[in-house]
């Protein structure tokens, strides 16, 4: 009967997958047949940031459609053998998409590496590789470490999002329901993170190429890595329930923190050591060495604090029968 469960779950899964990925599959088989035909992809023929998001969707195809044999092979482990797995895919898929691909508009020809570099800063139709900024500060000599955030984000992305699919393909096989509710938990937290970033992919929050962001750039932006963090120490919190409180809490606490706090390195590494200001006045102004503002401190430490609060109450019933 479970057996019949699971292969169910199975082949749902894989074409849930497929569904959900059809914009950043088509978009990638658009891609090659260009190449394949002119060689180069024209600008106005180019799907904005095919990468992460093709390599991501196929790494985690991968990682669903070798579920069983994972499974079989590792039991227990399959989960690690899936995402190192899947892992290895994306960065290879990811290389030979940036190294390959070629896009080319009116005024030059580049990899799309330098390609997706640029769109980071002013995803507009008219985008071109002019200065943006009087200090240069959003344009400026290639640095391949740009792409630090690019790879947090999809790494967190790969890793989340199987954690859901193998954690409730072992509940079925298994009848084990001790991570169901950190495993809905995870499922939320890594839909809402998704679709943050397919409305990044879009709009880029809105920015416009400036240093100083809109409030509703600011807000999109705090909440985008609030809930990266969120997301990291929920995939984390869920393999240590029941264990001691600094175990089960603030480990996951910790690592959420240690993530957000990633990500504005990434950003720094991305602007040439600057922050996107997120509004005007004291809580706003980046503090001397550190570069960081109080209010992105504020940010790291949400992430934190919203993942302790979340496995304060998943654990709750453990410290309460300890006592």
């Known amino acids: 009967m479970k057996n019949k469960q699971f292969n169910r779950y199975y082949i749902f899964s894989c074409i849930g997958i497929l569904i959900a990925s059809y914009y950043p599959l088509s978009m990638g088989v658009r891609v090659i047949t260009d190449m394949i035909v002119d060689g180069t992809v024209f600008k106005e023929n180019?799907?904005?940031?095919?990468?992460p998001y093709t390599p991501i969707c196929l790494a985690v195809l991968i990682g669903v459609l070798i579920m069983p044999l994972c499974i079989k092979l590792f039991s227990r482990l399959a989960l690690i053998g899936a995402t190192v797995t899947s892992t290895i895919a994306f960065f290879v898929l990811e290389t030979l998409f940036?190294?390959?691909?070629?896009?080319?508009?009116a005024e030059t020809v580049a990899k799309l590496e330098?390609?997706?570099?640029?769109?980071?800063?002013v995803p507009e139709p008219e985008t071109t590789y002019k200065i943006q900024t009087p200090i240069d500060i959003l344009m400026g000599n290639y640095n391949p470490a740009f792409k630090l955030?690019?790879?947090?984000?999809?790494v967190v992305?790969?890793?989340?999002?199987?954690n859901c699919f193998y954690g409730f393909g072992r509940m079925i096989k298994t009848g084990e329901k001790k991570r169901c509710k950190s495993l809905i938990l995870q499922a939320i937290c890594s839909l809402v993170f998704l679709g943050l970033c397919i409305l990044?992919?879009?709009?880029?929050?809105?920015?416009?190429g400036n240093i100083q962001?809109?409030?509703?750039?600011?807000?999109?932006?705090?909440?985008?890595?609030?809930?990266?963090?969120v997301t990291t120490g929920v995939f984390v919190g869920s393999f240590l329930l029941d264990k001691r409180k600094f175990v089960s809490i603030w480990i996951p606490s910790i690592v959420a923190s240690f993530t957000t706090l990633l990500m504005y390195i990434g950003e720094m590494i991305l602007l040439h050591g600057h922050l996107y200001n997120l509004g005007t006045g004291f809580i706003f102004n980046s503090i001397p060495v550190i570069i960081?503002?109080?209010?992105?401190?504020?940010?790291?430490?949400l992430s934190g604090g919203i993942t302790v609060f979340i496995f304060t109450l998943l654990n709750r019933k453990n410290f309460n029968v300890n006592k």
């Open 149 to 154: 955030h690019f790879y947090i984000i999809s």
């Open 200 to 208: 990044a992919c879009f709009t880029a929050f809105w920015r416009d």
């Open 157 to 162: 992305l790969i890793l989340s999002i199987l």
């Open 46 to 51: 180019y799907p904005k940031y095919i990468i």
């Open 292 to 301: 960081l503002a109080p209010i992105d401190l504020l940010i790291i430490a």
């Open 213 to 229: 962001v809109s409030p509703l750039s600011a807000t999109l932006m705090s909440v985008f890595f609030i809930l990266l963090g």
């Open 114 to 121: 330098d390609w997706q570099m640029y769109m980071c800063y």
């Open 98 to 105: 940036e190294q390959k691909v070629v896009v080319t508009t």
